[in-house]
Structure formats: structure tokens, C-alpha cells
């Protein structure tokens, strides 16, 4: 699967419509820019889902969160900037206690790594995206043919469908974290996704914390890293 590809895809639909929205807070496409990226996927952004559900990712109130440096830097590569710096941080806080490797990073990667991180960024932001609770048969067949759109790849496809229908479970999504700089990039994605006014989604976000065994000051680096590219 070439889940790179496709999540570079939904970075550059979202830089795209950022970069055509007005002041008053509308898309180019004349979509209400409300709703977060879970509104967006679950189809609570009303027009947007006319210019299509996931291509409109970005566009949302919530979504536009992820604007300022991760758009900048250019998309996909750009939260393993910030992810790295956030490590980076966190080594250096933490002195011997910790290896001092260089963060292997997805922009830092060949690949078949960074496909490898894809993966597990994609599937950190599904589950944001869906810990609002609120996505219906309806909803979803919009999201999959907006997937057919941006990819020919039936088995990937099937992968995000499969992905979507499932039981929201932070545990089984944190399987995916193989390394430390997985698991950073995966709960930063999520910090930049979710609404942290709502109580739902703020506790999924703990709880995918502890799955992903983040320690404390590595996650309060992520969050504060993730403040400072929403604030760029």
C-alpha cells in the first residue's frame, strides 16, 4: 500500500484550501470552514462534503490547527519536523537517562520506513478523527469513495474502510508504534487533531498516551511543540 502517497494527498488538499480561505473563515469551495477534521470525516461540515469529504481534511476549524509550520514546511514531512524537534528536546532534557541516537523521524527516512510511519500516522488520525463518536453508514461511504478518488489502490481502499468501521480502541491503534519516534508522531497527529475542548475527544488522547508508553516529559514536549506549530 502506499500510504505515504495518500496521506501527502490529504496535506496538500489541506494546504491548498487553507491557502484559498478568506477572513471570514469560508473555503474557496464555499464550504463552512466548522466542524473539525472529525466533523469533516463524519460529514458534520454540511457543504464541505460536496468538495469532498477527506480532500476538505484540512479545511475544517479544527483542521486548521495543522496550518502555520506543519503546512509550511510541506505536509506529511513536516510533522516529522516537529516530531523530531520535539524528541530532540526531550533527549536533551533527559541526559544520560535516555539514548542520544538521532530521532529517526519519517522526514528523515528511506521508504520503506517512512511508509512504515505513514501507516501509523494515517491510523492516529482515523482515530482522532473518529473519537468524537460520530460516524454513520452514510457518512462513511462518502469518506470511501473520497478515498477512491485520491488512490487506485483497492488495497488501501480497503484498509481505510476497514479502519473506519472498527471499534475505536487506543490499545490496538498504539500496536502500531514499533519504534519511540512512531509513537511520538502518532500522538502528536492526534494532539494537532483533536478538540480538547470536548471530553470525549480529550480522553482518548490520554488514553492513547498511555498505549503508546509515552514518557511524561516527552509528552508534554509534543504538546508544547504541537502549541507552537498551531500558533506559527
Known amino acids: 500500500m502506499n500510504t505515504k502517497g495518500l496521506l501527502d494527498q490529504l496535506f496538500k488538499h489541506g494546504s491548498a484550501l487553507l491557502s484559498g480561505s478568506n477572513s471570514a473563515g469560508t473555503a474557496?469551495?464555499?464550504?463552512?470552514?466548522?466542524?473539525g477534521l472529525a466533523g469533516l470525516l463524519s460529514g458534520k461540515a454540511g457543504a464541505a462534503l460536496g468538495g469532498g469529504a477527506i480532500g476538505l481534511l484540512l479545511g475544517s476549524k479544527k483542521g486548521r490547527k495543522m496550518g502555520g509550520k506543519i503546512l509550511t514546511y510541506g505536509g506529511l514531512a513536516a510533522l516529522g519536523v516537529v516530531a523530531y524537534k520535539a524528541y530532540s528536546n526531550y533527549q536533551q532534557q533527559q541526559g544520560a537517562k535516555v539514548s542520544q541516537a538521532e530521532p529517526q523521524t519519517i522526514d528523515r527516512?528511506?521508504?520503506?520506513?517512512?511508509?512504515?510511519?505513514?501507516?501509523?500516522?494515517?491510523?492516529?488520525?482515523?482515530?482522532?478523527?473518529?473519537?468524537?463518536?460520530?460516524?454513520?453508514?452514510r457518512e462513511r461511504e462518502l469518506i470511501d469513495n473520497e478515498i477512491a478518488r485520491l488512490t487506485s489502490d483497492s488495497q488501501l481502499q480497503h484498509w481505510f474502510d476497514a479502519e473506519l468501521?472498527?471499534?475505536l480502541d487506543?490499545?490496538?491503534i498504539a500496536q502500531s508504534a514499533t519504534t519511540p519516534e512512531i509513537a511520538a508522531e502518532m500522538y502528536l497527529a492526534s494532539v494537532l487533531v483533536v478538540d480538547e475542548e470536548s471530553f470525549m475527544e480529550r480522553s482518548y488522547l490520554t488514553e492513547l498516551a498511555r498505549q503508546l508508553k509515552?514518557?511524561?516529559?516527552?509528552?508534554?514536549?509534543?504538546?508544547?511543540?504541537?502549541?507552537?506549530?498551531?500558533?506559527?
Open 214 to 232: 509515552l514518557e511524561p516529559a516527552l509528552k508534554a514536549e509534543l504538546e508544547q511543540q504541537a502549541r507552537q506549530a498551531v500558533s506559527a
Open 165 to 167: 468501521k472498527k471499534p
Open 170 to 172: 487506543p490499545a490496538d
Open 109 to 137: 527516512l528511506a521508504a520503506p520506513q517512512a511508509e512504515q510511519h505513514s501507516h501509523a500516522i494515517l491510523r492516529a488520525i482515523i482515530g482522532a478523527a473518529k473519537s468524537d463518536g460520530h460516524i454513520d453508514d
Open 28 to 35: 474557496r469551495s464555499g464550504a463552512p470552514a466548522s466542524g
